[in-house]
DNA sequence: GGGGGCTATGGGGGG
DNA sequence: CATAGCCCCC
């Protein structure tokens, strides 16, 4: 008989329970550093090690850095097996099995992935053609709407048809968002694009549509699924897995694990009511709980336990150690946020000198991107060598994009949004006119805009200039035709007269834009170069089509430089999954940490104090707390009281007591100095107390009358048109310069 | 059609 | 404050 895996006497009991428990459904809670990743990894390989063929196992990750670490912690174990294990993020498994099927649900198999800023300007443009109000119609705020659509399965017909959904946008006075997804969902069908949701949306449409068995044949292949950070699943998600692992004689083989104290991303659709759904969907599931933390010492795991008991609702969980007591957590207050950064700079070369740690042992982790920016002056006056993830990804900036957008057009002469880039960059001569011609004509005709464009009759200069752009992009996509992706991209980059405008420029800015533009030709060299197995594959094609499809998903934090001795400057929400030896967790304070936007709702708080724990628990033995009395914020001098969640760390863990206010903080918004409060925009109307307010029936509503609005106050009906069940009043409202126009069977007007 | 400057607006987290 | 969209002027 075999001896058992050596791997096996690494885990504790329930640990090693947890990976022996192959079949049937799984839920493994597991608390912060309670060796969540070993056993998942260790799962995999015991799996592989039964005799399971690693294809068959599919592993849902959050990011690819998680897919990527426990791949090659896979690997360590059973050997380079691991890399057929199809290990990925939802979104990158879900692209490379649509890139094969797209066909079955009417997309083409090259299609576009469009990311935010993509959609942000289809969404645009949309409002513009249904004429609708941007001031009210804000893009990001109807980009939101449709995308928790989507993470909720409502497809356009539904929206329309939701009498919630439909109030909701009322009351956020944008009542036609459910055409503008209509709109958005046909242009994205058009132009061969789909956004981050759809590529878990379509996945899930194909699953349920069942194009040629298309179904039987993904729950066939993945006979083990694995889904990492369940926590932060959406609703969407959980049905995709639900199809792939529930069907007529299935062994139900689903593992999942989650922590619901670490669910931080209910903004995007997240919801812990998975983890309460899937205890129901699968009553004959086993539980386990990972509650010893082998990374923080005790101060750290007890404040951490403290804090969260302030949570309500929430799995009964509670994490302990037997780890040193440790260093106690200090605490440090600035005056200024300036002040904040060199004090907590100082502490890191207190840090470095007395207890000999590295840069790569360090982190500065901080609510908001925004806030890295006097942390990074200090650091590089110390000279301690530093690195900001997140904030502007590298392929957002400009100068690259705009290289990825000519590679797309020459690829998928559909992609609206990547033709809209490019045309008249570098200037050849076709401006704003000439292109909402062609948009106009392309919307009209149902055309996309590389038709339209090869179509439209302008004068015979303007014809010339479009044909000869035309001509260019049609060479450019003969090239990525027969070529690889890297003599592709370096003919795309000199024919285009990228290459030479960005080498011509002298400045700073120009030198560094030149240089991310010559590493993004590098990455296309090193993806010629080397034979990366992705998702369980090998990449075999090298053209210039697979290379967008392979950039698409990537942010960063992909970018591994694991070299170098660097000090990680990075959000809360990026940090998740890390550890380091020493954590600095800066501006703890109202407003700020908790968000003023979630000071509202106690659910919103309870979601940051989650943040707040995730946050205390990446630190190994030293945890630091800092916060300012004053800084700069939106561009004024800002005072905000210390964070909540100082008072609620236990004092006993604490070493600079007495730093932090004894009295319970005053909650209320944030002062400003002096007088310089931006003045309203426009006039603010008095506000219309709720209990003043007798809305009257739209029948009272005529010509002439005097109304009451609660938010604009006081106006005179000038006029009432419209269609008979959708009558427009024209109303002057006192102290408002231009009349509004609102339908009557929305508003609330009270007649005075 | 291009460029510069004004102003409104955001202001959070990310695949 | 930083940025982006928009408007106006050339």
């Known amino acids: 008989m075999e001896t058992a895996p050596s791997y096996l006497e690494e885990l504790n009991d329930v640990q090693r329970n947890a990976v022996m428990t192959l079949e049937g459904p799984v839920l493994v809670v597991a608390g912060p550093g309670s060796g969540k990743t070993r056993v998942l990894t260790y799962r995999i390989a015991h799996l592989i090690r039964s005799g399971v063929a690693p294809w068959e196992i599919l592993a849902l990750t959050f ?5 990527r670490e426990m791949k090659s912690r896979i690997e360590k174990v059973v050997g380079n097996k691991a890399n057929y294990v199809m290990a990925g993020t939802f979104h990158s498994i879900f692209a490379r099995i649509l890139r094969r099927e797209a066909p079955k649900i009417g997309y083409p198999n090259d299609f576009t992935i469009y990311d935010t800023d993509d959609a942000k300007s289809l969404l645009r443009e949309i409002i513009k053609i249904k004429n609708l109000d941007n001031t009210s119609y804000k893009v990001g705020a109807v980009l939101s709407r449709i995308s928790s659509a989507k993470s909720n399965l409502i497809i356009p017909k539904a929206y329309a048809q939701s009498e919630e959904l439909l109030q909701q946008d009322r009351m956020n ?17 058009k132009a061969g ?4 949701d759809d590529l878990l949306l379509l996945f899930f449409k194909l699953l349920y549509k069942n194009p040629d068995g298309v179904r039987q044949e993904y ?4 006979k083990y699924v694995l889904v990492d950070e369940f926590q932060d699943t959406n609703y969407l998600q959980y049905a995709i897995m639900k199809l792939l692992v529930d069907y007529h004689g299935s062994p139900q083989n689903i593992c999942v694990v ?11 659709g997240a919801t812990i009511e998975n983890i309460l759904q899937f205890e129901r969907d699968y009553p004959t599931l086993k539980v386990f709980k990972l509650e010893q933390n082998y990374r923080s010492t005790h101060h750290i795991v007890q404040a951490a336990n403290e804090i969260i008991t302030n949570n309500k609702n929430q799995i009964k969980k509670k994490i302990w150690t037997d780890l040193i007591e440790g260093e106690r957590i200090k605490v440090i207050k600035g005056m200024t946020d300036g002040e904040e950064g060199r004090r907590v700079a100082d502490t890191i070369v207190e840090q470095k000198t007395r207890n000999h740690i590295k840069n790569t042992d360090i982190a500065i982790l901080y609510r908001t991107n925004a806030q890295s920016r006097v942390f990074e002056e200090y650091l590089r006056r110390y000279n301690l060598k530093y690195r900001v993830f997140g904030g502007l990804s590298f392929y957002q900036r400009k100068e690259v994009k705009d290289m990825i957008s000519y590679m797309r057009a020459s690829c998928n002469s559909k992609d609206d949004e990547a033709f809209k880039r490019i045309i008249n960059y570098p200037k050849r001569g076709i401006g704003k006119a000439t292109i909402d011609k062609i948009s106009a004509l392309a919307e009209e005709q149902d055309l996309s805009f590389w038709d339209a464009m090869g179509k439209i009759k302008l004068t015979t200069r303007t014809n010339s200039l479009l044909l000869a752009f035309r001509t260019m992009i049609a060479s450019f996509n003969k090239k990525a035709q027969t070529a690889d992706a890297y003599d592709t991209a370096m003919y795309i980059a000199k024919g285009s007269g990228l290459y030479k405008l960005l080498k011509g420029d002298p400045t700073i800015e120009g030198i560094g834009r030149f240089e991310n533009f010559n590493a993004l030709l590098d990455g296309v060299k090193e993806f010629i170069e080397n034979d990366e197995v992705q998702n369980g594959v090998i990449e075999t094609d090298k053209s210039l089509g697979t290379y ?8 960063d934090l992909d970018d591994e430089k694991d070299d170098d001795d660097y000090i990680t400057l990075m959000s809360i929400h990026a940090a998740k999954g890390l550890e380091f030896k020493s954590v600095f967790v800066v501006g703890l304070e109202e407003n700020l940490f908790p968000s ?4 509202t709702l106690p659910e919103n708080i309870d979601e940051e104090r989650r943040l707040f724990y995730v946050a205390i628990t990446r630190a190994e033995r030293y945890l630091t707390l800092s916060y300012a009395n004053s800084r700069y914020q939106y561009g004024q001098m800002r005072f905000n009281d210390p964070s909540r969640f100082l008072e609620e760390i236990p004092q006993d863990s604490i070493e600079s007591y007495g730093v932090v206010m004894k009295k319970k903080p005053d909650f209320s918004s944030p002062k400003l100095i002096g007088n310089f409060k931006r003045p309203q925009a426009r006039n603010m109307p008095n506000k219309i107390a709720e209990g003043d307010f007798n809305p009257s029936p739209q029948s009272a509503i005529k010509e002439g009358v005097t109304v009451l609005h609660r938010k604009f106050g ?7 048109d419209g269609h008979q069940n959708n009558l427009l009043a024209t109303i002057n409202f006192e102290g408002i310069d231009t009349p509004k126009r609102i339908a009557l069977k929305y508003a609330k007007l009270q007649v005075l």
């Not at 989650?258 to 995007?268: E, K, L």
């Not at 006081?714 to 009432?720: C, F, S």
Request: hydrophobic share 40%.
């Open 63 to 67: 990011t690819n850095k998680a897919a």
């Open 219 to 222: 729950q066939q292949k993945f």
């Open 193 to 196: 694009a789909m956004d981050f």
């Open 173 to 189: 006075k944008m009542p036609y968002v459910y055409q503008i997804y209509d709109k958005y969902v046909k242009r994205c069908e």
């Open 548 to 555: 967008l499809q392979n950039i698409a998903l990537l942010t």
């Open 258 to 268: 989650g922590d619901d104290a670490q669910s931080i991303y209910s903004f995007r």
């Open 714 to 720: 006081k106006g005179k009906v000038e006029m009432i």
């Open 596 to 599: 003023y936007m979630s000071l």
